[in-house]
């Protein structure tokens, strides 16, 4: 009998990337809210403070704004902060650090300097938290020149690809999600990273090509279970980088298949999905055999309510719906 | 001023009703039946109650992601705040905010607000409206100590003294922003120190303490009012329950609890009432009350129906 | 000889509708940094501080992110805010209270207050404002649910849309450009108002639609002249709304010509161009006889250098050369 | 700490040189040559030169949207700043940053910054990174009385404090953010005071003197090196400029203009030198200098040649 290998969750990933990365190198610290003996809002933090104490988990004030500016002026100065913002809904009060410091600072003080930042924060509605707590703001930062944006849906991604955005010289988002933190799976023996510009094929087909990322991998990857019967046989493509997105794995996708699905849990209008629609209808309209189609989330706030928040948000019959409308085509 | 105790046995039974609504809650996340989280003011009901007791009914409330003792202290029914924790179209925004996003424009409560310090700059909003529309009304924000260190708490106060704007700041320091302790989270941990940098008057008081809550709260609230001027007010609290559902608490001891806990303002208020003379029946009534109009609104909440599909969908534009 | 038409300058046509719903509706009033006596940075307030006073001029502190909140307050009052911020590049500033309270109260608050506010700003490069003056931001507020986004290129459809933007009980971001201030047009007589989520044809062609909003716009049309000779028909669609966007305008241009070429000055990727061709892709796929392609500026910051940032802008030559390719095809 | 005459000489020809630099750049502009638009600092060239005089050469710096006297007092090439500003190649930062936008490390010069209150912060993180290093150096942040009313310099004093991290906050109070009074625009507009409401020690000086900048930013220098804590240092200062390219200054009087052009802080400056014996003959040899490696400077910068397209496109990434 073969031995079971150790599951680990997302958010397991997550911290031992962290903690592998504090031990590596003593230039890299934590910033954020309660990330201490709290161990932050959603535990992922858990266990390094008593690890590696004050110089290297920073606990600050509610003050997103400027410890994200903070942790610019740190890493010009050749650290490398990883700053952690409690919802992702909250970047919005950093946003102009983001856009107008980290993402610029290495093109126009040019090269002079390098701002080896990592962002990390959760996206995703998580049952009930609401309008406030529960946004993918993904869109929200795709554009950012200067920016690398990535948005890992397994542990070992999430574990790889930290770990590289944390050794990498550019400012990088680190989307996480609430919903994919308590999710299992399988980490390599030892060290590793992962590159920060590659989609990958989570499981090839013939017929459509879902393309999608962060916990909507996942939902992609169980509907393909779910249709195989119906003799659909889907490819699942999980961006994992926003910016750059992987052009050459999207479009030899889209090549093989020539009918795109793409789901996502950001607002539909303006969000990645757009980008991903619009960079097909430019390269690969003569594979295209039907419209591209996007599923995601209604261009509404997203309720409290439980029984609410399921209408704005994809759902697998939405996925279903226009998965059929490909197939029928 | 000194309320007459029928009066004062009224604020005790608000006070007892925040309370007694929150533990039904805690039933309620314990059983399964309300989803998200939610943030617990046990141990600050003093503040709610003393404070919108010492405000007009017309005055404007904005809170924070900390709003149930200021929603129920207002006077909002607990039946639809209760619906709108748990979702239900009955609920003051049909299910839509939830906790952290309630409001009722009838009860002149502008919103609790899920964004730290966000509510900061729309309240002081709101009272720029009430002296350009020449109102007598004026805006009462809440907010916690670790709220004061959001920009936007430096911005808006500055404005508000600039432009003479009828607001009150009442700052509920409970020693905690989320597990940081004040100490560690503002440079100046006395919040009303930090008035001065915009020109503005300030107080504290113990919020634990309805009577003090009460006076200090009514003299803020005449000097805002005859004035036109911005005050702050800090109130110290304590939160005996975690943060949010599910807050271990590893950031204080439990001796710090209960030491905490032999002042809880709600036993304050009984010997405060028992010294004025109200038997000790009467309040065992008063809590009674509560308790029953919190079942009822459980109760009735919990049958309410949800909105459907379209409704979460739509009215996203005026 | 037929009497000439009085021409003004997009600023004026701004700063007439500022002042008519200022005469209107004593509930207007305008908050910004140095919008009173000075004018603005770009002129377009001035005159109004000396008409309507202290009351209805706020100028405020240098705090884009507060006084944009005070505003939204304001509005859930009854009041009608018409804020303005310097630049553009300075919105991200004032993102949470766009992202999370103006858009969103409306809905979150179950229609019991509504954000009639109006957020002016003017975006674009101007030669040489350098990385932090001269962003169209455009992208980054499209897919915020509960905004509406105008962006109307002409003197005539600024007065018309900002006089309906401040009449519409909707959060309205209206985007100015620096590079429009002093363009020159006729104004209707008398009162009116144009609608906020309509598209302009520009002109009609037959053989490719161009679509384009704000300056570029007028860039449009120039090209449109300048190819007339070589027999090449051009359609130019000008969005004016980016939120909602006029998908049957567009729709219907493109069943027209076949061809669609975007052109926007914001960054390409995850430009307003990406939904536009998103929508397209989805749509119209049928009547697509080439690529969807877009001209945009280069995912970059813009420099401060003006010979270095006409390279990063979308340039005519780009966009001849995307035509030529789209008629080629 | 008397400075010899010789060293406030070479600090004088280093005022001239700022203001002649800006005289020039007037020109350029005039001329058609110069495009964007950019802030003089016209009137506090004692601030900056005083300050950088009191600092090592090895602390950090930042600035903000006024930063050419940071810059020039820090000791950069008259020549590339002006490259810079003219947009061209050989510029610190190749043409890319301008004005606004330009940074010189081996200067030890962390950048100017175009968002009002946007350096705040990050100066604060390079006082984090010193501290963290075990640097014995520290970081000098410039900003103006406008800047103070951003959030950004709330938190960022607030997290400086509580953090003891070695900086020197400026604050260039030149009575003016744009056309708006600080009267009209802060609260409290003594600058300085605003650093008790995050325990931090502050100072005001007279940013007209050189000797007095010299002497308060010394005494702040050392104070914020040995005790390892941040300070506020607040100068009063006047720009005799407009705020940036066509400003007509409708806001203020010509009147208070000429008073205030009466305290320039050359004219002090060269009294100042007189008064300490030395002669009007090395003053106007000191002034000849900086004139000419200006007129160089400007010479040089504007037959630079421009970067490429692939420049213009590409580095975007690190
Ligand atoms: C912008 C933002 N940052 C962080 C949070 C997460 N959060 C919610 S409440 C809270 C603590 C607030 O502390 P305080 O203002 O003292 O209020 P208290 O919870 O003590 O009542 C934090 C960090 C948030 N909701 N919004
Ligand atoms: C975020 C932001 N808001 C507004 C501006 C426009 N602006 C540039 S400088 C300035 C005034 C700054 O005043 P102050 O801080 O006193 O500096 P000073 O110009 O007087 O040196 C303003 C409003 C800006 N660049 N950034
Ligand atoms: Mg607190
Ligand atoms: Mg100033």
Known sequence: MPEEKTQYFYSQAVNQALDEELARDENVFLLGEDIGQYGGAFGVTRGLFEK???????????????FTGLAVGAAMMGLRPVVEIMFMDFIALALDQLLNSAGKLHYMYDAQVSVPLVLRTPGGAKGGYGPSHSQMLSSLLLGIPGLKIVAPSTPRQAKGMLKAAIRDDNPVVFIENKRLYPTKGELPEGEYTLPLDKAELLSPGKDITLISYSAMSLVCLAIKEAVLSTGLDLEVLDLLSLQPLDQKSIFASVRKTGRVLIVEEACKTGGVGAE???????????????????????DAPIPSSLELEKYVLPQNDDILRAIKALRDY | MQPDPEKLLSYYERMQLIRLFEEKLAELFASGLLGGTSHFCIGQEAAAVGLLAAAKDTDWVVSNHRGHGHLLARGLDPARVMAELLGRKSGYCGGRGGSQHMCSMEDHFLGTNGITGGGIPIGTGAAFALKYQNSDNVAIVFFGDGASNQGTFHESLNMASLWSLPVLYVCENNRYGMSMPVERACAQPRIAARAAAYGMDAAEADGGSLLEVLQAGT????????????????LHCYR????????PRVYRSRDEESRMQELDCLKQCENMLLQRGLGSEAIAQARERARLSIELAAKEALKAPYADSDYAKGGVYA
Chains 1, 3 share one sequence.
């Open chain 1, 52 to 66: 590696y104490g004050h110089k290297r988990l920073i606990e600050t004030p509610i003050s997103e704004n400027s």
């Open chain 2, 240 to 247: 005996h329950c975690g943060h949010s559902k599910n807050d």
């Open chain 2, 219 to 234: 003299e803020a609230l005449k000097l805002v009012r005859e004035k036109q001027r911005p005050f702050l007010l800090e």
């Open chain 1, 276 to 298: 991903v629609a619009a960079l097909i209808a430019e390269h690969c309209l003569d594979a295209l055999e039907a419209p591209i189609m996007r599923v995601a989330a209604a």
